[in-house]
Structure formats: C-alpha cells, structure tokens
C-alpha cells in the first residue's frame, strides 16, 4: 500500500510486539512515532498523527509525543457553539502565529472567511456591549464583549466570565472602583465574549471595562465604535501591537471610530475612513464614549 497521505488515529492505541509495556505508555508511544517518523522520512509520504487531549487541551499522557514531531495543531472550541479555532502550538518549519477558523456543519468544517461579521451582532441598542479589535497570531478579527451588571441580590456579589481570564476582571474592576470611583464592590458583574471562543489579548481591556460601565448606566455604545487598548494598574491606556492591522480590519467591516492609547506610536493617518481617538485616561474614554 503506497497511500498519499497516512493518517494514524489515535497514537496512544498503536503498540508495537518490540516493547512489552501496554498500549498508551511512554515506551509505545516514543517507539511508535519513532517508527512512523522513520517511514515519513523514507518514503516521503506525510503523516498525521492523532492524540487525546486532556480537558485543560493538553496532549494526554506522555509529553515526548510534542517533542518527537515536526508540528503540532490543535482543535479548540466549545461543544456549545459551532465555531473551531485550528492553532499551531509548534511548527518547526514555520510559523506558529497563524489561525483557522472553522464552522461546524452538518456536513463537516468549513472555513470562516470573514470572522468579524459572525462574532459581532451589529445590534445597536443593547447596553453593556462593545466591540473589540483583537489579534490573535497575525489575524485581526473583531469580537463582541458582553457584560452584565447588577446589584448583588446576596452578601457577596458574583464575578463570572467566559471567554475572558476571571482573574484580569477582577483587576479591570479594582482598577475602575480605585482609580475612577465607580461604584462597582457591590454589584454582580457577569461577562461573555460572544461566540465562545477564549481571547488572552490584552487589546480588549478597554473594551471590557466599556461594556461594564455601559451596562452600569444602562447606556449603549455605538457599534461604530471599537475599542483596542490595553489598562494599566493607575487607570492608564498603554498601547497595543499591530495597530495598523486593526485599522484596516475595521475599516473595511465599516467601523467610523476607534478609541486607542494616545501613547501609541506611529499612527499614520492614512485610513481617511476611520477616525482614531487618542485617549490616556479611562476617564477621558468615558466622557468620548457617553458625551
């Protein structure tokens, strides 16, 4: 059998009569791979091999598997929604900044041209919702935040956030209650990024304080309006990495304004579609945003 493409499911299932150890340890899942690393080199034919993963989306059992192969891709995704990232966590021929964005169909996975027009709902009325220009890799993609506030119906009030680390709201908040006095320690504070899927840029902090403030006042942003900045401990807007390719995302999803750290360095003012808004301050962002 000459096949064009091999593709091995699942590693940790393979066992080989040379090694005594059952299927799924170490010695058979470094001798199996050695040997189908063999063959690939040989005969030129690609191989892929499939391992499980643990909940927390790391390979399951031996950790030699990572280091023996040429590149490793991984799946992510909630089972809740219909959306698949594909990221490459080591390529040793290549970058690993890329990422694929998949539908999940009835009939298979299909790519995701444009993901910005599917994560954000462009409805324009609904407090407690802002847009964020985030990057993941080298892709720029716009992603909708999504907060609820309200008063803490028992002694302690909640602090729930999916998609976004718990640990940074708590601090987005402590930041909001201790340099910019609102009132927020007695108020139950729930997050969402729309489209389940984990954002880990920093990018999206101003978009996310924006969106709790929002929802405080009960007072909706404009969907032309798109946040990309990051909040320091004091309350300050530091700047984020590859602004331009912000700017071209939003410009070309029709985004009219964009609120950035006014410590950003080489904005060009070439995107005559766009008006970017320098701000070094959250106070300053408020008052641009609810004036």
């Known amino acids: 059998v000459q096949p064009q493409l091999l593709v091995i499911d699942s590693i940790q299932t393979l066992h080989t009569n040379s090694i005594e150890s059952s299927p799924g340890s170490v010695a058979q899942v470094r001798e199996c791979t050695a040997n189908l690393l063999r063959f690939a080199k040989q005969t030129n034919i690609p191989v892929f091999l499939i391992g499980h993963i643990t909940k927390d989306g790391t390979i399951a059992g031996p950790k030699v598997l990572e280091h023996m192969v040429d590149t490793v891709l991984q799946f992510e995704g909630d089972r809740h929604h219909i959306y698949r990232l594909l990221r490459s966590i080591k390529n040793r021929f290549g970058s690993t900044n890329e990422l694929g964005i998949y539908s999940m169909q009835g009939h298979g996975l299909f790519p995701v041209e444009n993901p910005s027009e599917v ?166 962002v408020v008052r641009a945003v609810f004036a």
């Open 119 to 284: 994560l954000v709902s462009g409805n324009d009325s609904l407090s407690g919702v802002a847009v964020a220009s985030m990057v993941d890799g080298i892709r720029p993609i716009l992603i909708e935040v999504q907060a609820l506030v309200s008063s803490a119906a028992y002694g302690t009030p909640q602090r729930s956030s999916t998609g976004f680390d718990v640990k940074r709201l708590n601090m987005l908040l402590a930041v909001l209650e201790k340099r910019c006095g609102f009132r927020l320690a007695a108020k139950d504070v729930f997050l969402n990024i729309a489209g389940g899927i984990k954002v880990d840029d920093p990018a999206i902090d101003l978009a996310v304080a924006m969106a709790i403030l929002s929802s405080n006042a009960d007072i909706a942003i404009s969907k032309t309006v798109s946040f990309a900045a990051e909040i320091g401990l004091s309350g300050e807007l530091r700047p984020v990495n590859r602004l331009e390719q912000r700017l071209s995302e939003l410009e070309k999803m029709g985004y009219e304004k964009i609120i950035v750290s006014s410590y950003s360095k080489g904005i060009e003012k070439k995107h005559k579609h766009i008006q970017i808004v320098p701000c070094a301050k959250i106070e300053e």
